[in-house]
């Protein structure tokens, strides 16, 4: 069973910057992704960056290209999301989450598509 467990999160003014891991335990295929979404209540969760544990296929929400990247460190079973630049709309309850993909190529952006998700991580962007 897997297991995923967020931390990093934290309140920053605008323009500054934050780093959220999230280790993971359990087993992982080859077409396994790690992926990061965010949610703010009364909206749907939304998907802001996602990667496969080969590191081969990356996938970023338009809203954080740029400023945002993901790593994942194999060794240590954990996902990293470094956040830069950072503006009060990111605001959110960030996740993470794995799930097989059914493409090879795409990492995907719907939540459907993961099914194990960690607890989530307060991130606060003040103006």
């Known amino acids: 069973q897997v297991q995923l467990v967020e931390s990093g999160g934290g309140s920053v003014q605008a323009g500054g910057s934050l780093k959220l891991s999230c280790v993971a335990s359990?087993?992982?295929?080859?077409?396994?992704?790690m992926a990061w979404f965010r949610q703010v209540p009364g909206k749907a969760r939304e998907f802001v960056a996602g990667m496969s544990w080969s590191g081969t296929r990356l996938n970023f929400a338009d809203s954080v290209k740029g400023r945002f990247a993901i790593s994942v460190d194999d060794a240590k079973n954990t996902v990293y999301l470094q956040m830069d630049s950072l503006k009060p709309e990111d605001t959110a309850i960030y996740f993470c989450a794995t799930g097989w993909q059914r493409s090879p190529w795409v990492i995907s952006a719907s939540a459907e598509d993961y099914n194990s998700w960690g607890q989530g991580t307060q991130v606060t962007v003040s103006s």
């Open positions: 359990g087993r992982f295929g080859s077409n396994d992704a």
